[in-house]
């Protein structure tokens, strides 16, 4: 049985890989995508799930939302210097005119992550590989339904490594150290993998 998982991200090079190797994984039931600011500003966080959607044409369409598009305090911080002015390295890709391989939903990203959860109560594992600005939001928002989740694994923390902004914070963390703290404090099961 594939495990059903959602990924918020906040797509660069880093993160499109990801998505491309979760829909091409046996194991994996990629049930959504949210995008949330960070790598890049949100509109091409967004944009970029839907070329890397229309590169991989995945068979069965998941949910897509925009979410935050700024973290909750404090000012936006993006990695252009890594990721390029797009976010993709500005590779030559174009959202592929014709049949989306994508369901847009129609509200923010901290209503689907929740409403997903509670109509598969703890099936539902959350990858967060971007800033924790959805996730903390879908807390404020529908804490109950944030609570069936199965699992959140979180991509961020410099844990016994050197952080990638400064001497001991990662990007991820570093870019909304508040969402950080809210999700870490409210009780979810949260697995960190430190990049």
């Known amino acids: 049985m594939r ?14 890989l990801a998505l491309i190797l979760a829909f091409h994984s046996p194991e994996l039931e990629v049930k959504a995508v949210t995008a ?9 966080v967004y944009q970029n799930i839907l070329k890397v959607l229309s590169l991989i044409q ?15 305090r404090g000012t936006t911080l993006h990695a252009h210097s890594v990721h390029g002015k797009d976010g993709l390295g500005e590779a030559k890709t174009d ?12 509200a923010h990203a901290a209503d689907l992550i ?13 990858i967060a590989i971007g800033p ?9 928002r529908d804490f109950e339904g944030m609570m069936k989740l199965a699992e959140v694994v979180v991509m961020g923390g410099a844990v016994r490594v050197n952080g990638n902004v400064t ?22 099961p949260v697995r960190v993998v430190s990049p």
Do not use: M, Y
């Open 114 to 126: 929740p409403g997903l959860a509670r109509k598969s109560p703890n099936e539902i594992t959350l």
């Open 3 to 16: 495990k059903k998982i959602i990924v918020d991200c906040d797509v660069g090079v880093d993160d499109a």
């Open 132 to 140: 924790l600005t959805n996730v903390a939001l879908g807390l404020q």
């Open 95 to 106: 959202v592929k005119q014709g049949e989306e391989w994508w369901q847009e939903f129609p």
């Open 58 to 72: 995945p068979s069965e369409k998941p949910l897509i939302a925009k979410g935050a598009d700024r973290p909750l």
């Open 167 to 188: 001497p001991h914070a990662e990007f991820n963390i570093f870019t909304d150290p508040l969402a950080a703290q809210i999700v870490f404090e409210s009780g979810l």
């Open 36 to 44: 949330v600011n960070g790598n890049v500003p949100l509109p091409l």
